[in-house]
């Protein structure tokens, strides 16, 4: 969460939710069968309205990179450079996420001070919540990134140890470690509730032997991504070198977020099965209405 804003990755995520994938327009017709405006009959558009708001709130719950590849993999949608650039936050999401902590890296190498180092990240941040504000755009992001980092700021201020700037990073990485394990251990992993969310029922997957395997997969690669920061970086940190913390917290940040994304895309997309062929067919098991259509 140091140095950037919390949307996607939840240590250090780039920007806000990537786009929402396209919708039925008309979200707000009538639920007969009459012509939307464009001669999509309404029922249409009323389920595209809910598959915007089952991913929205798969992004609430797990963060937006994570729903976003679970969502898009498992309803068949075709891998890209431009789907995964959205799902980690954009060109901008990623300079948001990534130039905060260069900054204190470069600093604190140059300057070995690190109060100092930690002051201009955390002006930067605050500078990014104030351009959103003058442009009208959503603070959501900036804000988060600039808690994120305005933690790592005062963390540091207090401690004046350069290696304190990335400590709440570890705290974030070994709770959502733990919460993934601990779902995973009761036979309920926590990727699957994305799968069971688009499926129209949260907990309907259980009972299909392919999706529950594709969403212990998943929820694995996730959690191999917790432990692998946490293994690498808290002996760093332990030994107070912090030119090489900052650098493996930078390349185990977004390059390896990206990574993640992709393999959970691929992964969902080719291990669904059945799940995803209901999903592309319009159909949902169990329920008898119409799957979130793309």
Do not use: C, K
């Not at 012509?35 to 609430?60: F, K, T």
């Not at 351009?131 to 808690?147: K, N, T, Y």
């Not at 293994?231 to 993640?260: K, N, S, W």
């Amino acid at each position: 969460m140091t140095g950037g804003a919390a949307g996607s990755d939840p240590e250090q995520e780039p920007g806000a939710s990537g786009p929402v994938p396209d919708q039925e327009p008309g979200a707000d017709a009538q639920p007969d069968r009459a012509a939307a405006p464009d001669g999509a009959p309404a029922a249409d558009a009323a389920v595209g309205d809910r598959a915007a708001r089952v991913e929205a709130l798969a992004q609430s719950a797990l963060g937006s990179g994570m729903a976003r590849a679970v969502h898009a993999g498992a309803s068949g949608e075709a891998l890209s450079g431009a789907s995964v650039l959205a799902a980690i936050g954009g060109w901008r999401g990623i300079a948001e996420t990534v130039v905060p902590g260069l900054l204190f890296l470069i600093l604190f190498i140059i300057t070995q001070d690190a109060r100092l180092s930690a002051l201009i990240p955390g002006g930067l941040a605050v500078l990014l919540v104030l351009l959103r504000l003058v442009r009208r755009e959503p603070l959501v992001s900036a804000i988060s990134g600039m808690l994120g980092v305005g933690i790592a700021v005062l963390i540091t201020l207090v401690t004046g140890r350069g290696v304190d700037y990335y400590l709440s990073g570890f705290v974030i990485n070994a709770v959502y470690a733990v919460g993934i394990l601990v779902s995973i251990l009761v036979g309920w992993p926590l990727l699957g509730f994305v799968v069971g969310l688009l499926r129209g029922e949260l907990t309907g997957w259980r009972r299909d032997p392919r999706a529950r395997r594709t969403a212990l997969l998943v929820t694995l690669l996730w959690l191999a991504l917790f432990v692998a920061r946490l293994a690498v970086q808290l002996p760093l940190y332990l030994a107070d070198r912090v030119e090489a913390l900052g650098i493996a917290r930078l390349v185990m940040g977004t390059p390896l977020f990206a990574l993640v994304i992709v393999l959970t895309w691929v992964i969902a997309r080719r291990g669904a099965g059945s799940s995803s062929d209901d999903l592309r067919d319009g159909t949902v098991e169990n329920t008898g209405q119409n799957a979130p259509e793309r």
